[in-house]
């Protein structure tokens, strides 16, 4: 360490904890992703069970029926009874982590004005 301190001077911290920041904006938005989306994919009503009478789902479907394969509707009704599937995961999470670094760069910048 004090080979490069001699070298380069001393180590910007700042830079350390942008990186610490924007790493940790990643792991936290992909995870808060992957967690609230089955709870609010169940919360409005799509469930193991089918689409709860009197629930946002049911409103969704009365408003866009008939629904057709691969359409809102049925795409959450499927990750309300099965989950989100390999696909899902991995694009739900790394849109959760896009946000993140998002959140986490608009921290970086209002603490570095």
Avoid: C, K
């Amino acid at each position: 360490m004090t080979d490069y301190i001699a070298q380069f001077g001393e180590f910007p911290i700042a830079i350390m904890a942008s990186y610490l920041l924007y790493g940790s904006g990643v792991v936290v938005g992909g995870a808060t992703f992957l967690v609230a989306a089955p709870i609010v994919v169940s919360g409005i009503g799509f469930t193991a069970g089918g689409i709860a009478g009197g629930s946002i789902a049911a409103s969704m479907m009365s408003m866009w029926g008939p629904t057709v394969a691969g359409g809102v509707v049925a795409t959450l009704q499927s990750v309300g009874a099965a989950g989100l599937g390999a696909t899902g995961t991995t694009v739900l999470s790394s849109v959760g982590g896009v946000v993140g670094v998002g959140v986490s760069a608009a921290v970086d910048a209002l603490y570095n004005q």
